[in-house]
């Protein structure tokens, strides 16, 4: 059984930076890709950024491109979201979630767990 924990959400005026963790149990970790997506109130959940097994791929949502930085530390069983320049608009519940194969895909169905979800809330 896979368990992903994120962390690292908060309250953080416009123009801000935050930066999410989430850890993953089990020896598998780095054998999958792993992906970042958000929901806001009232919509659907949407991808946000993803990264292959080994980090050397990378993809992003257009409304995070230049803003927000995926990576993963494969020792430590952690993947990372950085988030600067943040928006009121990137106020939504983010969620980790762990790809079916090693490549980077943006679809919730290629995604087999899921994090609880850390709220991040962005104050104009």
């Known amino acids: 059984q896979v368990q992903l924990v994120e962390s690292g959400g908060g309250l953080v005026q416009a123009g801000g930076s935050l930066r999410l963790p989430c850890a993953a149990s089990?020896?598998?970790?780095?054998?999958?890709?792993m992906g970042w997506f958000r929901q806001a109130p009232g919509r659907e959940r949407e991808f946000v950024a993803g990264i292959s097994w080994r980090g050397g791929t990378t993809r992003y949502a257009d409304s995070v491109k230049g803003r927000f930085t995926i990576s993963r530390d494969n020792a430590k069983n952690t993947v990372y979201l950085q988030m600067n320049s943040l928006k009121p608009e990137d106020t939504a519940v983010y969620y980790c979630?762990?790809?079916?194969?090693?490549?980077?895909?943006?679809?919730?169905?290629?995604?087999?767990?899921w994090g609880q979800g850390t709220q991040v809330t962005v104050s104009s």
């Open positions: 979630a762990r790809g079916v194969a090693i490549v980077v895909v943006t679809a919730e169905s290629e995604y087999d767990y």
């Open positions: 089990g020896r598998t970790f780095s054998s999958y890709a």
